[in-house]
């Protein structure tokens, strides 16, 4: 299944098994796999595809076509954080993997992608998949915890995240070396070896900021 992913420049992040009694939106369904970018091959794939010639949400355009393909060929189902009202929870489920965990800033900390975690969908399945055990979260062996001293404008803390303060500067001339990427997500141990480029980071520091970025 991860190889068939991996063709499409996907890698499954996490997966839970389906809780009928609980997961009601998912009926019909034993397992959800969510899903997201396989990096770094992840970003000249996107950037060759006809999607990224798109004005307006080319990424999940992508999405939608790639996972949906998948969901096609192995007779599930498709899911995305942009559907709704009301949106599928994907915060929950990708905590229900046991592979992504709250970090110190409470943004989602993953195993493997650390701070840079982000899902392009889930896919559900009809049929029951073995799950590896999860392994730990990996703020319980950072001693130095960097992400709650990295905003510039302490826009990230355990106390919550000041999103004005955060595009105010990202949007000024101090602020340009954050569309690199956010210097929280990018201090975690982890999202250091996870492989995101810097042009993939921008594109999403942009879509954030909004248009009016030079």
Known sequence: MDQLCRKNALRILGAFAVIPER???LAGFQTL????????????????????????????????RVIGA???????????????????????????????????????????????VSFRGALALREAVALPESPASPCLSCADTPCLT????????PEG?????????????????????CKVRL?????????????QSEFHMRAFVGPDIT
Not at 150 to 157: D, R
Not at 168 to 181: K, L, W
């Open 161 to 181: 995240y000041d999103v004005a303060a955060c595009k105010s500067h990202i949007s000024s001339t101090e602020g340009r070396e954050c569309m690199q990427g």
């Open 23 to 25: 997961d009601t939106d």
């Open 187 to 199: 201090a975690c141990p982890v999202s250091k070896t996870f492989g995101r480029l810097p042009a």
């Open 150 to 157: 990295s905003c510039p404008v302490n826009a990230l803390t």
């Open 33 to 64: 796999l969510m899903l997201g970018p396989d990096e770094p091959a992840f970003w000249s794939i996107f950037k060759s595809s006809v999607e990224f010639q798109e004005p307006k949400d080319p990424m999940d355009h992508w999405s939608k």
């Open 70 to 116: 998948l969901a096609d060929q192995l007779s599930g189902r498709a899911l995305f954080p942009s559907d709704g009202p009301p949106y599928p929870p994907f915060f929950t489920w990708a905590t229900r993997t046991q592979r992504c965990h709250s970090s110190p800033v409470n943004l989602l900390v993953h195993d493997r992608a650390g701070m840079m």
